[in-house]
C-alpha cells in the first residue's frame, strides 16, 4: 500500500506539465482515495476473485485495450502487471516499467549507511517511468499545503498525535513491550492520541490502550482509508513506522516521525517530502537486514528497533511540533 500511496507525487508532476494528458490509474478500488484531488479516471483490479489468476489478468489486459490507450507505464513490474502489459505490448501499445535498483539497493545490505550518498527516491523513480514514455518534466515538489479536508472527529480542540507502530513485517514494527510507553508518553502530554492500526492483533493493541487512557482513540473500525488521509491531514505530528501512514502524512504535508528499524531510508522509501529531522534511526553494521524488511533479524531480537526507546519517540515529536509551529 505504501508503494501505492507514492505514485500520486510523480502523477502530479506530470499533470502539471502536462495537463491534457489523460490518465489511468489501475489499480485497487481501496486505493482510490490515495488520488485524491487529482485530475484522474480509474480501472480497478480485482486480485482475489475476477483477476486473481493469468486469464483473468490477460483478459484484463484486453479490457485496457479496449479503452484507447496510447501506453502504459507499469510503477510495479511484478509478475501480474507483467502478464497484463505483455499482452497489450503484442497489440503495439507502448510500455515502460520501473527500474527498481534492485542491485545497487542490494550492496546496501548489510551495513551501516551514516555517510553514504541516499539512492533514487522512489517517487523520482516513478517519474522516470513517464519520462521513459517521452514526457519530461521536473521532479515534484514535496507539497507543503495541508489541504481542505472535512475532519471525521469532529472540531480540533489542542494538539493532536497519531501513532501507527505496525508494519507487515517485524523489523518494520515496533516492538510490543514498548508500545504502551509511547502511547503513555504522547497521552500524557497530547490532548487526543489517535492509533492507525489494521486486525488482529493490532486493533486488540489499539482498543486497550483507548480503554488504559482517556485522550487515547483506536481508529480502527471507526473510520476508513479515505476519513484517515482526512484525520492525519489534521494531525499535528505522526508518529510511523517504515510502513503506510508515513506515506500518508506525506500526501497531506502532516509532520512526520518516522521510526526505522530493518530497513533505512537511504534506499529511497522515506516520505516524500519527509524533514529528514523527523527520521528515528540507529545506525548498526547489520542494517537494513533487507530492502523490504521481510528478512528476519538474525539475532532474533530486532535489536535495532529496540534501540529507539520511547522517551527518543517522545522528545522527537515534541522537537518536530514546536519546529513547524514556529
Not at 539512492?119 to 514514455?133: E, I, M, N, Q, S
Request: charged residues 25%.
Amino acid at each position: 500500500m505504501g508503494d501505492v500511496a507514492m505514485v500520486p507525487h510523480a502523477i502530479r508532476a506530470l499533470k502539471a506539465a502536462y495537463p491534457e494528458v489523460k490518465i489511468t490509474v489501475a489499480t485497487r478500488k481501496l486505493f482510490e482515495p490515495f488520488f485524491r484531488g487529482l485530475d484522474v479516471d480509474f480501472v480497478f483490479l480485482d486480485l482475489d476473485n475476477k483477476h486473481a489468476n493469468f486469464k483473468g489478468l490477460w483478459g484484463f489486459a484486453q479490457y485496457l485495450r479496449s479503452l484507447g490507450i496510447d501506453a502504459v507505464a507499469d510503477m510495479h513490474r511484478v509478475i501480474r502487471s507483467l502478464i497484463i502489459t505483455f499482452g497489450l505490448q503484442l497489440h503495439g501499445i507502448r510500455i515502460a516499467h520501473i527500474n527498481k535498483g534492485k542491485i545497487e539497493k542490494w550492496f546496501r545490505v548489510g551495513y551501516s549507511k551514516a555517510d553514504a550518498v541516499p539512492l533514487k527516491h522512489t517517487v523520482v523513480r516513478y517519474c522516470d517511468v513517464f519520462r521513459r514514455l517521452g514526457f519530461e518534466f521536473p521532479d515534484p515538489e514535496p507539497l507543503t499545503t495541508r489541504p481542505d479536508y472535512k475532519n471525521p472527529m469532529g472540531e480540533k480542540q489542542g494538539t493532536w498525535v497519531g501513532f501507527a507502530p505496525f508494519s507487515a513485517h517485524e523489523g518494520k514494527t515496533y516492538p510490543e513491550d514498548m508500545r504502551e510507553g509511547v502511547v503513555a508518553l504522547l497521552s500524557a502530554k497530547y490532548d487526543r492520541i489517535f492509533i492507525h492500526s489494521g486486525v488482529a492483533h493490532e486493533a486488540e493493541f489499539a482498543k486497550e490502550m483507548e480503554q488504559k487512557y482517556p485522550n487515547v482513540t483506536a481508529l480502527i473500525t471507526r473510520v476508513k482509508l479515505a476519513e484517515e488521509i482526512e484525520l492525519i491531514s489534521h494531525l499535528d505530528c505522526v508518529v510511523s513506522m517504515d510502513s503506510l501512514v508515513m506515506h500518508l502524512a506525506s500526501l497531506t504535508a502532516t509532520p512526520v516521525v518516522s521510526v526505522w528499524g530493518a530497513t533505512h531510508p537511504e534506499l529511497g522509501f522515506l516520505g516524500y517530502g519527509a524533514d529528514p529531522e523527523g527520521v528515528l534511526q540507529k545506525e548498526m553494521e547489520c542494517r537494513p537486514c533487507s530492502t523490504y524488511g521481510k528478512t528476519p533479524c538474525k539475532y532474533g531480537d530486532c535489536r535495532c528497533m529496540r534501540a529507539i526507546t520511547p522517551e527518543m519517540i517522545a522528545e522527537r515529536v515534541a522537537y518536530i511540533i514546536e519546529k513547524n509551529r514556529k
